[in-house]
């Protein structure tokens, strides 16, 4: 059972703009960075976001993220239809003394 | 680039061991830490833990310590994750993935999955 929360699913039509968050508390995301992976169907995942706002050289500027407090949320932009993936928050947990994951949310392109 | 190859699919039998690796080519691979995330049939991320090659400092994740097995041979550049009695519930995917920003980093370079089987 992990310790952050995500929305399941989130759904959009293509170009539109759709939002995960990523619920967790004062241990968490509260005192680490949060980052963000993505994972297409049957491939490892990659990271999308890392310090809570920064993207890797590659990752397209329609993806950004945000931190307040014990949550951080994920915004795609002009979604289009790679997009479909399920996408993990994560951050360091400094009360379990380890790397969490959130529950995940599975990002559908209508 | 930096790239993470882990060794092939097993099958094995509850109660059997097994090791799985992963082959870091970089020469950068001793100051990185070296982590485990399994992912069970249909369902999310899990961190096991981590290993510092170039002294085996080695941290686990509470629910992972004395479950498996973290090592290393820092001359041939892989990791380790070992069992010593498979459980059916061990089934799934187990990725190796570089930290980046010390052992509470973000994993930055992924290897492309191990996957494990185990029958009862």
């Known amino acids: 059972q992990s310790v952050l929360t995500q929305p399941p699913s989130v759904s959009g039509t293509p170009g539109q703009r759709v939002t995960i968050s990523c619920s967790g508390s004062?241990?968490?995301?509260?005192?680490?960075?949060a980052q963000w992976y993505q994972q297409v169907p049957g491939t490892a995942p990659t990271v999308l976001i890392h310090?809570?706002?920064q993207r890797p050289s590659g990752v397209p500027d329609r993806f950004s993220a945000s931190k307040s407090g014990t949550s951080a949320s994920l915004a795609i932009s002009g979604l289009q239809s790679e997009d479909e993936a399920e996408y993990y928050c994560?951050?360091?947990?400094?009360?379990?003394?380890?790397?969490?994951f959130g529950t995940g949310t599975k990002v559908t392109v209508l | 680039e930096v790239q993470l190859v882990q060794s092939g699919a097993e099958v094995k039998k509850a109660g059997e061991s097994l090791i799985i690796s992963c082959e870091v080519s970089?020469?950068?691979?001793?100051?990185?830490?070296i982590g485990w995330v399994r992912q069970m049939p249909g369902k999310g991320l899990e961190w096991l833990g981590l290993?510092?090659?170039?002294?085996?400092?080695?941290r686990y994740s509470p629910s992972f310590q004395g479950q498996v097995t973290i090592s290393v041979d820092k001359s041939i550049r892989t990791a380790y994750l070992q069992w010593s009695s498979l459980k059916a519930s061990d089934t799934g995917t187990y990725f190796c993935?570089?930290?980046?920003?010390?052992?509470?980093?973000?994993?930055?370079?992924w290897g492309q999955g191990t996957l494990v089987t185990v029958s009862s």
């Open positions: 290993i510092y090659p170039d002294d085996s400092d080695t």
């Open positions: 993935a570089r930290a980046f920003g010390g052992s509470t980093g973000w994993l930055d370079f």
């Open positions: 970089a020469d950068s691979f001793p100051t990185y830490w």
């Open positions: 310090t809570n706002n």
């Open positions: 994560a951050t360091w947990d400094d009360s379990l003394k380890g790397y969490v």
């Open positions: 004062r241990s968490n995301i509260g005192s680490n960075f």
